[in-house]
């Protein structure tokens, strides 16, 4: 007696997966453009939930390094370069660590990481507890954006954390926390290349999430100007928790 067709379920299977994808850069990408971050947090756990981490942490590299570059290109007369310099020096620092634990690590470890350091995240961004800046501090938040951005895609805490210590306008966070986005993401991505990674399965899925990155980032800039920074950042705060839980319960699912 033959076996059962699975040729609908495995289509049923991709468009799913494709959808969640392409929903997940949606949100993410106006995220990103509104209040200057949030790309990978909140992307890479809701990929997860459809696609393996892994996949999800490249896809999250390749679309954010479009939207973060084109956001520090269009800033970049108002970036704080010597900051940008110290912050990418030690992000390069961390990466190879997150790297490694990125190729060793279980895929349900690495998603109960994922939910962990985005409820981390966002715990660390309501506190607003006021810090001290330093050059230490600087390489400290570089070196764990580092790590975080090549195993988890999630670097942006450390460094809004760093950056909130300094209290840059939003004029020159946004152009300064792309700059380092786009640095790491750079460095990031080639040792995924490298270190054989990437795949043409989620070079197609990252391809075909373009143009909705496109219409996100488009309706960010829209927002951007009409949505209070103090609502814009509560909202992302509200998302990052439903994305820090939905990863948890994936991974211990």
Known sequence: ?????????????????TLAVLGAVLVASTTQVTVGFGFALLAVPVMSLAVPT??????STILGLLTSSFQAHHGRRDTDRTLVRRLI???????????LLFQRVDERVLRGVLGASVLGAVVFLTSRRPVRSSVGLDWVCGVLSGALASSLSTNGPPLVFVLQARELPMSVFRPTINTVFTASGVISLIAFIVGGDVDGDTVIQALLAVPVLIIGSRVGFL????????GARRLVLILLALAGVSALVAAFA
């Open 223 to 230: 927002l951007r100007g009409r949505v209070p920074e103090s």
């Open 54 to 59: 892994h996949d999800a942490v490249i896809i």
């Open 1 to 17: 007696m033959p076996g059962p067709d699975l040729t609908v379920s495995v289509d049923l299977m991709t468009v799913g997966e």
């Open 89 to 99: 020096l030690s992000s390069c620092v961390g990466i190879p660590m997150g790297l």
